[in-house]
T-cell receptor, first 116, second 112 residues
Framework: GAVVSQHPSWVICKSGTSVKIECRSLDFQATTMFWYRQFPKQSLMLMATSNEGSKATYEQGVEKDKFLINHASLTLSTLTVTSAHPEDSSFYIC????????????FGPGTRLTVL | GNSVTQMEGPVTLSEEAFLTINCTYTATGYPSLFWYVQYPGEGLQLLLKATKADDKGSNKGFEATYRKETTSFHLEKGSVQVSDSAVYFCAHRDTGRRALTFGSGTRLQVQP
C-alpha cells in the first residue's frame, strides 16, 4: 500500500512554544489529508480536514488559531500547535487520501507531543 | 449522530484460539465500515472493509460482515497467531462525510 510519513515521531517542548508536525505522502499525491488526535486508550478524534490549496476544515470544538494547518503541496500537510500547553500533549496522526479514492486512506505512524 | 463502539481490551488469547472483537455503530446514512490494525510502532493499516449491507470483508484470515439490522461489524478470526498481536480499530464513514469515525480500539495479545 501507499506510504505516509510523519516527522517528527516524537517531540518534547516547553509550554508556550510552537511545534510543527509534518505529514507527507511518499508515493502518491493527496488532495485531502486528515489530522487526528488520540488520547491514551481512546479513539482517534478527527481534528481537521486539510485540502491542498485551500483552507482546512476544522471539526467543532477545534481551535483554528491553536492548530494551524497548511497543505501547500499535494504531498505535504503541516500541523502547527501554537503556544502549546500541557493539555495539548497527545498523539497526533495524519492520513492521506489519493485522488479518486473514496474508501482508501493511508495513515502515518503518528507523532507523540509532550508539552512540559 | 455518528459513533462507533467496540469492546474494551486488552483481549488475551492463546495461539490458534478463535477471536471475536465486537463493533457496533450509529450513523445517519448508509456508512461504509472498516477495520484497521495498528502494529507496534506503525501507522494504522486497513485490514478489511465492507461498503453495503450483508457484504463480508476478509483479509489475512480475518472476516467481518456488515449487519445493517443489528448495526454491527464484528471482527472474527478462526485461529489467531502471535503475529496478530496489535490494536484493532473499527471505523465507519457515513454518507456524505470524507473522514472516518473510529472506535476506541481493542488491544489483542496472543500468547504462544
Amino acid at each position: 500500500g501507499a506510504v505516509v510519513s510523519q516527522h517528527p515521531s516524537w517531540v518534547i517542548c516547553k509550554s508556550g512554544t510552537s511545534v510543527k508536525i509534518e505529514c507527507r505522502s511518499l508515493d502518491f499525491q493527496a488532495t485531502t489529508m486528515f489530522w487526528y488526535r488520540q488520547f491514551p486508550k481512546q479513539s482517534l478524534m478527527l481534528m481537521a480536514t486539510s485540502n491542498e490549496g485551500s483552507k482546512a476544515t476544522y471539526e467543532q470544538g477545534v481551535e483554528k488559531d491553536k492548530f494551524l494547518i497548511n497543505h501547500a503541496s499535494l504531498t505535504l500537510s503541516t500541523l502547527t500547535v501554537t503556544s502549546a500547553h500541557p493539555e495539548d500533549s497527545s498523539f497526533y496522526i495524519c492520513s492521506a487520501r489519493p485522488p479518486l479514492s473514496y474508501n482508501e486512506q493511508f495513515f502515518g505512524p503518528g507523532t507523540r507531543l509532550t508539552v512540559l | 449522530g455518528n459513533s462507533v463502539t467496540q469492546m474494551e481490551g486488552p483481549v488475551t488469547l492463546s495461539e490458534e484460539a478463535f477471536l471475536t472483537i465486537n463493533c457496533t455503530y450509529t450513523a445517519t446514512g448508509y456508512p461504509s465500515l472498516f477495520w484497521y490494525v495498528q502494529y507496534p510502532g506503525e501507522g494504522l493499516q486497513l485490514l478489511l472493509k465492507a461498503t453495503k449491507a450483508d457484504d463480508k470483508g476478509s483479509n489475512k484470515g480475518f472476516e467481518a460482515t456488515y449487519r445493517k439490522e443489528t448495526t454491527s461489524f464484528h471482527l472474527e478470526k478462526g485461529s489467531v497467531q502471535v503475529s496478530d498481536s496489535a490494536v484493532y480499530f473499527c471505523a465507519h464513514r457515513d454518507t456524505g462525510r470524507r473522514a472516518l469515525t473510529f472506535g476506541s480500539g481493542t488491544r489483542l495479545q496472543v500468547q504462544p
